[in-house]
């Protein structure tokens, strides 16, 4: 009996321990949005200092200023674009080299995969990866942009891509065959329906990655007309000062559509990485 309370009051413990420390780690990643949420209502003086201190009027017409001075109609057609044009080209090249790559059984094909998904894992070479884009007139446009963060973003996709797809039963493709199917229109009509969930998954993933991103565009953009919506605070930013209070409302609404696409969207990252879990 002793043994037995002993035991129930050592994992009460462990369980008010672990709630602890899980509270703890969601504020540390809650912090920081509601500091920006709440210094982006206040006025240029009271947001100098950055604080959780509750604005003593608040100033809703802050994001009206950033929506008209920063330009943020273009940079969100333009971070649209990035994401939703890399997104979609990674999708259509992952799933395709994923089928292939899953059903060629030999060596050619294994070593293929792992070549392409040890991208995950090497450094960014951005010295060359300049001279490559330079060398092929993709600096400063929105194509390059594209084009990158969809070569980015190949390896791991295609590695949630590829176990997804060796899930898939080949007797699918033997009866499809027998009934005429070419391998093109067996992939499109037959095994693509198939694969919706993973394609919702990568696209998710890959939309919120490039849409957050700010390195990129820094590095290869360098016309406002162009810039995305990351880079849009660079306008609230002076050389003898700094309004903190538009840069707050200005990554507010930065954060506000990925924030959607991934409430919408995050059933589809746990189903199909869980699904593509079980066998790769």
């Known amino acids: 009996m002793t043994l037995s309370r002993e035991y129930a009051s050592r994992k009460l413990a462990a369980k008010t321990l672990l709630s602890i420390l899980s509270w703890l780690v969601v504020l540390v990643f809650i912090l920081p949005g509601a500091v920006i949420l709440i210094n982006s209502f206040k006025d240029k003086n009271e947001a100098s200092t950055m604080d959780l201190a509750l604005p003593a009027v608040l100033r809703p017409e802050n994001y009206a200023t950033v929506f008209e001075k920063g330009n943020l109609a273009v940079t969100f057609l333009n971070s649209g674009l990035y994401a939703a044009g890399s997104s979609a080209l990674t999708v259509a090249l992952t799933l395709s080299a994923a089928f292939v790559l899953s059903r060629r059984k030999d060596r050619r094909s294994s070593v293929i995969y792992f070549f392409i998904v040890l991208g995950t894992a090497l450094p960014m070479n951005y010295v060359a990866l300049m001279k490559v884009m330079k060398g092929l007139a993709l600096i400063n446009t929105r194509l390059g942009l594209v084009l990158l963060y969809a070569a980015i973003a190949i390896p791991i ?124």
């Open 157 to 280: 996709s295609l590695f949630i891509a590829y176990g997804y797809v060796s899930t898939l039963p080949r007797e699918i493709d033997e009866a499809a065959v027998i009934d005429g199917c070419s391998p093109r229109t067996l992939f499109v009509l037959v095994i693509a329906p198939l694969l919706k969930p993973i394609a919702a998954t990568v696209f998710v993933l890959d939309f919120m990655s490039s849409w957050n991103d700010f390195i990129m565009p820094l590095y290869f953009l360098n016309s406002t007309r162009t810039w995305p919506m990351t880079l849009g605070v660079y306008n609230f930013f002076g050389m003898y000062q700094t309004q903190w209070n538009l840069v707050s409302a200005d990554i507010a609404l930065t954060s506000l559509p990925v924030l959607i696409v991934f409430v919408f969207g995050q059933k589809y990252i746990v189903g199909g990485i869980t699904a593509g879990a079980v066998k790769g």
